[in-house]
């Protein structure tokens, strides 16, 4: 029996999802096939082992945790009622706390 949360991407994280790989296809489409891989078997692990994630000073709602992905792409997740909740993905280049 898996102990495996199920998954919920939020409406603002699959907006940040196509703009991300939208963005990396215009100049490299095998690069943003790559970029969807990693977002998928990322949240795989994350369904396995939420705890993967740190919590940040400075993001008001003290729930939400932040996975950065090798690539460079932080995560925002909370554990919910069973359910592992994809909040946003952003680049490091963005300001994590200004958008949470």
Do not use: C, H, W
């Amino acid at each position: 029996m898996s102990n495996r949360l199920s998954v919920l991407i939020a409406e603002p994280a699959q907006k940040d999802i196509l703009e991300i790989v939208n963005f990396v296809a215009k100049d490299n489409p095998r690069a943003a096939i790559g970029i969807i891989n990693i977002f998928e078997s990322t949240f795989k692990m994350l369904a396995e082992f939420p705890a993967s994630g740190v919590k940040k000073d400075g993001i008001k709602d003290k729930s939400v945790l932040i996975y950065t992905t090798k690539k460079r792409y932080s995560i925002a997740y909370r554990v919910k009622n069973n359910t592992l909740e994809i909040l946003r993905i952003l680049t490091t280049y963005q300001d994590l706390f200004a958008v949470l």
